[in-house]
RNA sequence: GCGCCCUUCGUCUAUCGGUUAGGACGGCAGCCUUUCACGUUGCAAAGACGGGUUCGACUCCCGUAGGGCGCGCCA
C-alpha cells in the first residue's frame, strides 16, 4: 500500500466511504490502523461485521479495472462541461438559490476496492434535510435534521436544506416558516439557502424525459379508477397491491383518446435490489416486490421518489440520513439512480421514535412540533442532547456538548430498533441544563421564551433594567430548583409579587402554627442588621434562634411563607437579600402582626 | 395479505464469542439540609421464546412469538 494513500485515508473518517462494502485487512494486517485506541477498534470492527458481510462476493463482480474506467468516464463527464451548468431556482416564499449540475463532486461507484483509489475520493460529505411542508417541525424530523447537521459539522462538510414542496395541495407557507424557526431554534444551520423541489419541476420532467428516452420509463395511461379497481380487484384475491403492468411494453398508439398519461418507472422484474445502510446494514429487496412506480403524474408534476432522486443528485448530496420508513423508497430510488447512470448516495436509514406507549408518536405524546418544547420551557441544548441519545450512542456517554456530539458523531453510533420519547428523562436532561448554564445566558433564555409561555407577555411588562438585576441575582438560587423555563419563571413569582402577598395553601399553614409569633420575634433583629447581606442575615437570625431555643426550621419556614407566599423556595437568607430590606421587611410585617 | 426491519432492566442504551451483563432516567431507601431542589450512598430491575453452531452464545445461524415500517397520480 502506499505511503500517501494510508496518510490520507486514515486522516479521515471511514464512514464518508461511498465504498462502504470493501472488504478490509484483518486487523492484525491493518498497518493504518496502529494508533487507534481499543474503542476505536471495537467500533471500527463493529463497522465491518455490519456492511461487509459478503464483501468478496461483491469484489469479483465488480474488478477494480472497471471501478476505474467508471471513475475515468465521471472525470470525462465533468470535463465535457456539463458541471459548469448552473440552475437558477426561484421559489415563492424562498430565495432563489443556484445548484451545481449534475456533477458537483466525484464519487466511486460502490462496490470497487476503495484503498486503491481513495485518493480520488476526497469529495466532502454533503448531507441534507428534506423536510415536506405539511405540518410542524415534528420530534423525528428534528432528529433527523440534528442527525445530518452532526454528520455534516463532524466531517467538515454541508447541510442542505430541501423543501419537499411537490404536493401543491398539502404544502403551505405556515409550515415552511415553522420548519425553519424550528430549526433555527435548535440551533441547526443549513448551508445555503433552502430550496424549493417544486420549483425544480421542469428539471424532474427532463429527467423523466430522459429516463423514456434510455427505455427505463414509459407513459401509462390508466386512469385513477382503473387503478383503483385494480387495487380492489388485487385485495378480494389476496394477490399483492401492485401495478399490474398494463402499459409498460404495450404501444402508445393505441392509447385511448382523452386521456393524459402518467410516465412510471420501468423497474427491473427480475433479481433484487440492495441497499447497502450504514445502520441497516446490507437490505435485500426482491425486485418483483416493486412495482413500475409512477414518476410524473398525468398534469405533469413529479412524484416524490423521482424529484428526490433527482434533486440529491443535482445538489451533489453525498450522504442521505432519513427515517426507516423511507426504507422501500430507497430501493426504488437505487434503481433510478441505476437508470440514469448516477451514482447513489451513501444512505442511513435511522429507526423511528415511538410514543411512551410503543405506539406511533401522536399529539398527547411527543408528535408535537418543536415550538412545542420551546413552550414548555426546553432548552435548544438540552433537546438536542436528548435528541442524540434517541438512536444513537457513543459508549455510555449520556450528557455532552453539542460540540461533543459533532466530534463524536459517526454513522455507526446509530442503532437499528426504534426508540420511545420519554418525557422524564428529557425533563432530567433539561434541569441539568438550567443549573449548568451561566446565570447571564440563562436569563437570556428566559426573558427570550417569555413571548410563548403563559402569562409571559405580562410578565415581560414588568421587567425593566432593575428587576433584570434582581432576576439575576435570584438565578442562582431558581436555577438549582427548575427543570424548565417555565417552571423556574413561575418560581420567581415572589419577586413580582406586590404586597400584600396572597399565601397558599401551605403558607397559610405555616403562618397558623405558630409561624406569626415566630416572625414577631424575629423582626426586630432583622431590623437591626446593619449590613443586608444573606451572610450577615444568616449570622444575626441564628443568634436569635439559638437564643430563643429555636431550630432554624422554625424560622426559615414562617419568613419563607412571609416572604414568597409559598413554602418552597431558595435559600431564605438569598431571598432576603434578593428582595431587599425595605419589600423584605414590609412583608414580614404585613404577616407578624396578622 | 406481501416485503423489509426490530426485540438487553419500566425507558434510553453499553456489550461485538469468554463480563459478577455496565451506565443513565425513572422507582425505592439512607445521608446532607432552613423548605424544595441539588449533591451523595445504597437497593430492586434485563438478554422474548425454541432449536442449532461452538470448548464457550446476549453476541453467529434457523424457526416461533410479539412489535414497527412500507405497499398512493403523499412525502
Redesign the pocket.
Known sequence: MCPHLRQHETGRNDADEPDHQAPRLAPEQDSGHHNENDRQR??R??RQ??VA?DATHQQERRPDREAVAFLLADLRQQASGTAQKRHTIPFDGLRPCAIRAPHGHLRLPLTHHATRISAFMSSPVVTRF???P?GFLHIGGARTALFNWAYAKHTGGKMLLRI????R???TDAAVTAILDGLRWLGLNWDGEAVS?FARAGRHRDVAQELIKRGKAYF?Y???EE?EAM?AKAEAE??????DGTWRDRDPATAPAG????IRFRAPQEGETVINDHA???????NK?L?D??IL???G?????L??VVDDHDMGVTHIIR???????AARQTQIYLAMGWDVPSMTHV??I?G?D???LSKRHGALGVEAYREMGYLPAALRNYLA?????H??D??FSTGQLVEWFELD?I????????F??L???N??YI?HTPDAELLAHWLAVLPYIEGGSDRLSQIDEQMKGKLLKALP?LK????TLKELNASAAYLFAQRPLPLDEKARQILADGGTQALAGVLPVLKAATNWS?HDL?AAVKVHAEAAGL???K???P??AALTGT????????VLEVLGREESLARIADQASA
Open positions: 471495537q467500533r470492527l463493529a461485521r455490519k458481510p428534506a423536510p415536506s405539511t419537499e414542496d411537490t404536493d395541495e398539502r404544502s423541489q401509462c390508466c386512469t385513477p387503478l387495487r389476496k394477490r399483492q397491491i401492485r401495478y386521456v393524459n398519461p402518467v441497516q446494514g446490507r437490505v435485500v429487496i426482491p416486490d412495482d412506480l409512477i403524474r398525468s398534469d408534476n413529479p412524484t416524490y421518489n424529484s428526490v427515517g426507516v420508513d423511507h426504507l422501500t423508497n429507526p423511528l415511538h411512551p410503543g405506539a406511533k441519545r434517541l438512536g444513537w450512542s459508549g455510555d449520556e450528557i453510533g442503532g437499528k430498533s426504534a426508540s420511545r420519547f420519554d422524564a428523562k425533563e432530567n436532561l434541569g441539568h443549573r438560587g438549582e430548583r427548575a427543570k444573606a444568616e431550630k432554624l426550621g424560622l426559615a419556614q419568613l419563607r413554602s418552597t423556595s431558595p435559600g431564605i437568607f438569598d
